[in-house]
């Protein structure tokens, strides 16, 4: 097990964690994207939405981006161009989720949008109230 310490990120601190665990499970979610359209249509779930293999494939592309970014801030926290890297995502993120639901009206505040929503807004406070403690 000390082994796979090594793997780690070895900043201080447990954002770089969350970092690197959001990643990790963000990109198996892009492999999911591109083998199926379920979880996409659960985010998307407005009965007059239509979600196709194109635009859960785009999904995927995109959170597979995000999450690269978001695995290189977390080995490299305290740089401050890959910090706001990562910042940006979540701000990206939010913007598209809110957009989908009180915009365009392609999704429903349900299980299917909770999470990402949860999971932006909690990773983008976190990261902009911890800036003075990682960033060098």
């Given at each position: 097990?000390?082994g ?6 070895q900043?201080?601190g ?5 970092l690197?665990?959001l ?20 985010v ?6 239509t ?12 959170t597979?981006l995000?999450s690269?970014?978001r ?7 305290t ?40 999971i ?17």
């Amino acid at each position: 097990m000390a082994g796979m310490a090594s793997y780690l990120p070895q900043n201080e601190g447990y954002l770089q964690y969350w970092l690197l665990l959001l990643s990790v499970v963000s990109i198996g979610n892009s492999v999911q994207s591109y083998l199926t359209t379920s979880y996409t249509r659960r985010v998307y779930s407005a009965p007059s939405t239509t979600v196709t293999p194109l635009h859960a494939r785009t999904f995927g592309t995109y959170t597979a981006l995000a999450s690269i970014i978001r695995l290189y801030a977390a080995y490299n926290i305290t740089d401050p161009l890959l910090y706001q890297l990562a910042i940006w995502t979540y701000i990206v993120a939010l913007g598209h989720f809110y957009s989908e639901w009180l915009v365009f009206k392609t999704a429903r505040f349900g299980e299917g949008l909770v999470g990402p929503l949860a999971i932006s807004m909690g990773s983008l406070v976190w990261m902009v109230a911890q800036w003075r403690e990682y960033v060098r």
